[in-house]
């Protein structure tokens, strides 16, 4: 049931594996989904899913802040926001629009990776998140970034 749970979604420019039929490691972006045990990526927003990264056994100390092999170089449509997830199926490259989402994805990994762990519970949502009439889904909602 947690996996249902959204903690954060958005767009980032993905780092290309270089996996595919021409080796390519450019950056595209992704819209993701970030739920307690799955980073999932898409196309875009409602799009095809592209990708997933099991997020089960990671801890803090997967995350890199601004890795040193993926500093911005060139002139890729990414930004130098950069973020390096250590999963351990594989490593995943981000890069947010500002240094604000960068540092909120990085927040709500962390975060993740608590309520993955039973660490921590998934935050209730706040009263903002409920409309006038006190009804769920009539005001802004928690996982909406």
């Given at each position: 049931?947690?996996?249902?749970?959204?903690?954060?979604?958005?767009?980032?420019?993905?780092k290309?594996s270089?996996?595919?039929?021409?080796?390519?490691?450019?950056?595209?972006?992704?819209?993701?989904?970030?739920?307690p045990?799955?980073?999932?990526?898409?196309?875009?927003?409602?799009?095809?899913?592209?990708?997933?990264?099991?997020?089960?056994?990671?801890?803090?100390?997967?995350?890199?802040?601004?890795?040193?092999?993926?500093?911005?170089?060139?002139?890729?449509?990414?930004?130098?926001?950069?973020?390096?997830?250590?999963?351990?199926?594989?490593?995943?490259?981000?890069?947010?629009?500002?240094?604000?989402?960068?540092?909120?994805w990085?927040?709500?990994?962390?975060?993740?990776?608590?309520?993955?762990?039973?660490?921590?519970?998934?935050?209730?949502?706040?009263?903002?998140?409920?409309?006038?009439?006190?009804?769920?889904?009539?005001?802004?909602?928690?996982?909406?970034?």
């Open positions: 049931m947690a996996d249902q749970q959204i903690l954060r979604t958005g767009v980032l420019f993905k290309g270089g996996m595919g039929p021409f080796g390519r490691k450019n950056w595209k972006p992704r819209y993701f989904v970030l739920t045990s799955k980073l999932k990526y898409f196309t875009f927003e409602d799009g095809d899913l592209k990708g997933e990264v099991d997020l089960s056994g990671c801890d803090d100390n997967m995350i890199e802040v601004m890795p040193m092999d993926a500093m911005k170089t060139g002139s890729s449509a990414s930004t130098i926001w950069r973020v390096a997830i250590n999963a351990p199926e594989r490593r995943l490259l981000v890069a947010a629009g500002t240094e604000m989402e960068m540092n909120d990085v927040d709500k990994l962390m975060l993740a990776f608590r309520i993955n762990s039973g660490q921590a519970a998934f935050p209730a949502p706040s009263r903002s998140s409920f409309g006038s009439n006190g009804a769920p889904g009539s005001g802004p909602t928690l996982n909406q970034s």
